[in-house]
């Protein structure tokens, strides 16, 4: 395969000293080539009809979210859809886009009431199997719901390790999860439901009011459109002694980190799937050592970058940084990318929210999301989190549903979608 994808990199400081060690930030941009041809996608569903779906009208709300989603399928796209409580019940396997479905799933989602327990393994299991051995189309795997994951007791999962094994193995066949929380948060996990889209490569979606469902779905349903059919990886290797790659995150994947494993004498980092009608915006951050004394200012190349899809290297960029003693030159920053550092660390930020649990913990933790925000240019955000921290002056909490709902919003941001 030629090599057609074009990879830019941008530093976020230019200028490195040359006499001290110092931290850096690589903005990655990985292009695709044009189109040439179109490929369907293959969508699973999994809708929780557990019997806390009763509440709010959530399964009904949900159903016609469903609904609306199958509309919007083209004839290329294939839907299966199963539906989860103490027991699977598959509706609807792999149907075309069309009349037929929207008539056929209608029909076999009428009858449903909520009932059960939420079996989340039941679910995963059946996701993984119905999207496997495909590799003419892009597959996705939607799970929906708004309780704790159960056993087959009705006690709460208290080790997840299976859940977070089973959303491993379909990002390796290439497979992306997308997580739905409905209802709000106080009633279900959400930074379970975050961490398994984290795991699948998609994203988590709050939804705390059901009748908003439809119109999350069909935003998801355009994300997913441009997605490659082809499983990624970025090979990373150092050309300077001293310099250690650090952590890789995808900046459209809501900063979604990328595992990092050595493979000869360069470290692989898995992509999962591409998107192939935008480019894909990662940060890698890197670790450079103090030069050894005598070293000369200037340009010096500094690490090498391999996109491999399927095995095969289909881009490449050999990328430079310059050293000086400059104090001046070393104190130059590249906004942009000072930038997309500042939105990773306020989405951070709102994942260590969740876990906070102490007042003046949680209080830092919302003065920084209010400094972070400001800068980024997010004011909505910031707002939210200084009404949240007055509201924490006066009751001495901060509830699980706001704490999520500020997380939902760094997802929000129009201009990376």
Known sequence: ??????ITAQWERPVLPLSQASENTLRIRLSPPPATTAHGLRLALALDCSRSMVQEMRLEEAKQAVLNLAGALDASDHLHVAVYSSQLMELIRGLRGGENLTTQLQARLAGLQPRGLTRTQLALDW???SLANDELRSCVALLITDGVPTDERGYPLTDTALLEDRVRRMRESGIRLYTVGIGESDYFDPKLLDQLAQLGGGRFIYQP???GLSVELRRLLRDCRGLSTRHSGLRIRSHLQGLTPGRLCRISQDFQQCELATQGDALLAGL????EDQPTELLLDLQ???SPFGSKEGERRAVGLELVQDGK???RLEQSVTFSNSFSNTRQVDEGVQRESSRRRLNELMRNLQ???ESRQTSRLLEQIIDNAETVDRPEIA???RAQLSELKKTGKLTRHRATSLLSRTARDDSHD
């Open 272 to 275: 999962g799937v591409l998107n």
């Open 127 to 129: 996701l993984d199997a």
């Open 355 to 357: 876990d906070s649990d």
């Open 288 to 290: 450079f050592a103090a």
């Open 209 to 211: 009011h059901p009748g």
């Open 383 to 385: 707002e939210e989190a």
């Open 313 to 315: 290297v289909v881009g």
């Open 1 to 6: 395969m030629a090599e057609d994808w074009r």
